[in-house]
């Protein structure tokens, strides 16, 4: 074989290879500063559960680049809900709102533990609901406890319904920008506020961080059903109507994995496990 031939056949398979990659559907996910969830420095560095996911998904999609681009969180859905972006989130909740401007998957792509929320162990609650660990968000709000929570997240409907009625407004913080939770428990620990709202895992997962365990304690919430769902939600267009249907199939296969089921169980605590498997078998 000429030297010249080589030559040529190397530039063709290159060139090849390029068409290749640029006929390929791209997706960018939106990605935050969330632990446990998206872990954004540390040891568990791109390790969070939806990190991971994201992972399965490519193994199923060969043909899909994927990419991520980082943001705050508090612009994710405002990002995502721009007909004009080309955007994919891995978890977020199915409100009706939210469906005149993103389109979803069928399939949830993640299971975790339903909102809750954290405040100083020292608080003065009735021992009754010490003892059960539920108590009721509106209660609590109808009392004038003061309640922080970060910007541009949905909750499930029961919760958001309560969270933008007019009557609680002057009782709830909303925290802006970065590091918000960190901020809010700082706020919290200092009287500022009473409570913060949010989800189970990643609380904890700061107050461990923080080493501020043994200060708080965790709630359920009356008005939240034992466990919550996320869906892949995408930029409602042309686009993302055609990848949200191939990222539905592949999460229905991610579903029948142990890798799956492993990374959803992993920042959850050991007593809910048979919880998640009843949901993955339903």
């Not at 994201?54 to 681009?69: S, V």
Request: net charge neutral; proline share 4%.
């Amino acid at each position: 074989m000429s030297a010249h031939f080589s030559f040529a056949l190397i530039i063709y398979i290159a060139l090849a290879l390029i068409s290749f990659a640029s006929s390929a559907q791209k997706v960018t996910w939106l990605t935050f500063d969330f632990p446990p969830y998206y872990i954004v420095e540390g040891p568990d560095k791109d390790k969070g559960r939806d990190e991971l996911i994201i992972e399965l998904i490519a193994r199923q999609l060969p043909d899909y680049q994927f990419e991520k681009t980082r943001m705050p969180s508090s612009r994710v859905i405002e990002a995502v809900s721009k007909s004009s972006n080309r955007y994919c989130i891995l978890s977020i909740y199915n409100t009706p709102t939210r469906q005149k401007q993103i389109t979803f998957t069928d399939n949830f792509s993640t299971l975790g533990l339903a909102p809750a929320i954290i405040m100083s162990a020292d608080l003065k609650v009735a021992t009754s609901v010490r003892n059960t660990g539920v108590i009721s968000l509106a209660y609590l709000l109808q009392r004038e406890y003061r309640l922080g929570m970060p910007s541009g997240r949905s909750y499930s409907v029961p919760l958001d319904k309560i969270i933008t009625s007019e009557q609680f407004q002057q009782q709830i913080h909303v925290r802006y920008g970065t590091d918000h939770l960190q901020n809010l428990f700082k706020m919290m620990l200092s009287g500022r506020i009473h409570m913060i709202l949010g989800y189970p895992d990643e609380l904890m997962y700061l107050a461990d961080e923080l080493q501020v365990r043994e200060q708080v304690m965790l709630m359920k919430l009356s008005e939240a059903e034992a466990m919550s769902k996320g869906y892949i939600g995408c930029s409602k267009n042309d686009w993302g109507e055609a990848v949200i249907r191939d990222l539905d199939k592949a999460m229905a296969t991610v579903h029948q994995q142990g890798s799956y089921k492993k990374i959803l169980k992993y920042w959850l605590a050991e007593d809910v496990s048979e919880l998640v498997d009843a949901y993955l078998h339903e």
